[in-house]
């Protein structure tokens, strides 16, 4: 679905022109689409549900692609489970309604206060990360008198053929256990008496356009899974992370796959195993269906460039300046003459502060922009940098608009600092 079209030269969310959002509740501003989220989301259960294999299957948003409680309490509505890699997103999935028991826990760090706090919940289960955190995890468990639910993530060594800072399946990178190791720490983990084995996880990467790694990955995950049945350890589950893309919309990207296309394959190779799905998609449930509103201060034209300089900037949307990432950038009204070229850029004194560069244009002072595919690492990546108060965001939803996030206050920036006291 679309949700962001133009209508009558206007870009709109849904039925509301985005310039009425602006008026309302001012730049810079995410906004969402409800339709699409749920569309997105839809997409993932309906395929779930074309195969035998996927029919039981769960699908657990990775809240760090949005942890907005508007776009969380909606994914809880629609029965979804969430992916969590810290007790601050644990936290705000139960502020959005979330059940617990469709909580899954990664991250290679994990605290023991975490640990206590997601056993304390009831969460379905923690992706352990290395040795040494199953035997934390078992030491707390122990000490509150409860066994945690474990799957290792295992490390397949597979290509995932993306960016490297978004890649994570290979042997270098710092995430899951060495494929090679998995067996042996199976054995310990199943000694344990804290601990449940229930299940195996892995994750290889983000923004996949090609799924043939997904395959890839999940032969050989499925590899140990007959190792470890024959050794008499049965799991209940696998979960097989998230790293599905979504298109942005830059020249020679290529097509996004559909969920069907990616989901069926994997899930073929998982008929009759009785092992419940677990996915953890972020991107693909949220990108698409989100932009970042904001508005030209000034338009600056030089001699080699010319510069679209807006009130949004790097600590709104960093991806941009991280990753060199594209994304796509239309005038909300535009102007009717011939465009010109712009670096679209914004106020913060970094050179990396663009969110678009060398893009055609016409625009003028004042006017608009939509940075597209922006719900994605968008605002749950912004900062305070230069001191600016982190956006607005609102959801759309028909022709309603919900603010789901107030526009932070320059005072809440320094709420918890303190000066020195008086000499
Ligand atoms: N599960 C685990 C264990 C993850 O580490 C991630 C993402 C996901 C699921 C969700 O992946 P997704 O479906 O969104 O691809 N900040 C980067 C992306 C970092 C992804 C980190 N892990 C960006 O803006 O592109």
């Given at each position: 679905m679309t949700p962001f079209a133009y209508r009558a030269g206007e870009l709109h969310a849904e039925d509301v022109p985005l310039s009425r959002i602006a008026e309302e509740f001012g730049t810079p501003c995410y906004v969402y689409s409800r339709a699409a989220l749920t569309a997105s989301y839809r997409e993932f259960q309906e395929a779930l549900a074309a195969h035998p294999a996927g029919r039981d299957g769960l699908v657990c948003f990775a809240v760090k692609a949005n942890s907005n409680l508007g776009v969380l309490s909606l994914f809880a509505r629609l029965g979804a489970g969430f992916d969590i890699v810290s007790g601050g997103e644990l936290r705000r999935v139960l502020a959005a309604?979330?059940?617990?028991?469709k909580v899954v826990f990664s991250g290679v760090g994990k605290t023991e206060g975490e640990m206590a706090q997601a056993l304390n919940a009831g969460i379905f289960c923690f992706n352990v990360e290395s040795a040494p955190e199953l035997e934390r995890l078992n030491g707390v468990a122990l000490r509150l008198g409860k066994r945690a639910p474990v799957s290792l993530r295992v490390?397949?060594?597979?290509?995932?053929?993306?960016?490297p800072y978004i890649?994570?399946?290979?042997?270098?990178?710092?995430?899951?256990?060495?494929y090679e190791d998995a067996l042996a720490l199976y054995r310990q983990a199943a000694a344990l008496?804290?601990?449940?084995?229930?299940g195996i996880d892995c994750h290889i990467g983000?923004?996949?356009?090609?799924?043939?790694p997904f395959a890839e990955a999940l032969d050989k995950v499925l590899a140990l899974v007959d190792q470890l049945a024959a050794s008499g350890i049965t799991l209940h589950h696998i979960d097989l992370g998230g790293g599905l893309g979504i298109r942005?919309?830059?020249?020679?990207?290529g097509e996004a796959p559909r969920v069907l296309d990616y989901l069926t394959p994997l899930l073929q190779k998982l008929e009759g195993r009785g092992l419940r799905v677990i996915l953890e998609p972020g991107r693909r449930l949220v990108g698409n269906a989100g932009l970042l509103l904001t508005r030209v201060e000034y338009v600056k034209t030089g001699e080699e460039k010319n510069f679209a300089i807006v009130d949004g900037a790097m600590n709104d949307l960093m991806r941009p300046a991280l990753y060199e990432a594209y994304h796509d950038i239309q005038a909300v009204?535009?102007?009717?003459?011939?465009p010109e070229v712009y670096d679209?850029?914004?106020?913060?004194?970094?050179?990396?502060?663009?969110?678009?560069?060398?893009r055609e244009l016409s625009v003028g002072g004042g006017d608009l922009l939509a940075i597209l595919s922006?719900?994605?690492?968008g605002s749950s990546m912004s900062s305070n940098y230069n001191s600016r108060p982190r956006a607005a965001e609102v959801m759309v939803e028909g022709e309603r608009v919900h603010l789901?996030?107030?526009?932070?206050k320059v005072e809440d920036l320094y709420a918890s600092e303190i000066p020195l006291p008086r000499e």
């Amino acid at each position: 679905m679309t949700p962001f079209a133009y209508r009558a030269g206007e870009l709109h969310a849904e039925d509301v022109p985005l310039s009425r959002i602006a008026e309302e509740f001012g730049t810079p501003c995410y906004v969402y689409s409800r339709a699409a989220l749920t569309a997105s989301y839809r997409e993932f259960q309906e395929a779930l549900a074309a195969h035998p294999a996927g029919r039981d299957g769960l699908v657990c948003f990775a809240v760090k692609a949005n942890s907005n409680l508007g776009v969380l309490s909606l994914f809880a509505r629609l029965g979804a489970g969430f992916d969590i890699v810290s007790g601050g997103e644990l936290r705000r999935v139960l502020a959005a309604g979330a059940d617990a028991g469709k909580v899954v826990f990664s991250g290679v760090g994990k605290t023991e206060g975490e640990m206590a706090q997601a056993l304390n919940a009831g969460i379905f289960c923690f992706n352990v990360e290395s040795a040494p955190e199953l035997e934390r995890l078992n030491g707390v468990a122990l000490r509150l008198g409860k066994r945690a639910p474990v799957s290792l993530r295992v490390n397949p060594n597979v290509d995932a053929h993306t960016h490297p800072y978004i890649s994570t399946g290979l042997r270098q990178n710092k995430f899951g256990v060495a494929y090679e190791d998995a067996l042996a720490l199976y054995r310990q983990a199943a000694a344990l008496p804290g601990l449940n084995v229930t299940g195996i996880d892995c994750h290889i990467g983000s923004q996949l356009l090609d799924p043939s790694p997904f395959a890839e990955a999940l032969d050989k995950v499925l590899a140990l899974v007959d190792q470890l049945a024959a050794s008499g350890i049965t799991l209940h589950h696998i979960d097989l992370g998230g790293g599905l893309g979504i298109r942005y919309g830059e020249a020679g990207e290529g097509e996004a796959p559909r969920v069907l296309d990616y989901l069926t394959p994997l899930l073929q190779k998982l008929e009759g195993r009785g092992l419940r799905v677990i996915l953890e998609p972020g991107r693909r449930l949220v990108g698409n269906a989100g932009l970042l509103l904001t508005r030209v201060e000034y338009v600056k034209t030089g001699e080699e460039k010319n510069f679209a300089i807006v009130d949004g900037a790097m600590n709104d949307l960093m991806r941009p300046a991280l990753y060199e990432a594209y994304h796509d950038i239309q005038a909300v009204k535009p102007r009717g003459e011939a465009p010109e070229v712009y670096d679209v850029v914004g106020p913060i004194c970094e050179s990396g502060d663009f969110l678009g560069r060398e893009r055609e244009l016409s625009v003028g002072g004042g006017d608009l922009l939509a940075i597209l595919s922006a719900g994605a690492y968008g605002s749950s990546m912004s900062s305070n940098y230069n001191s600016r108060p982190r956006a607005a965001e609102v959801m759309v939803e028909g022709e309603r608009v919900h603010l789901v996030r107030h526009r932070e206050k320059v005072e809440d920036l320094y709420a918890s600092e303190i000066p020195l006291p008086r000499e």
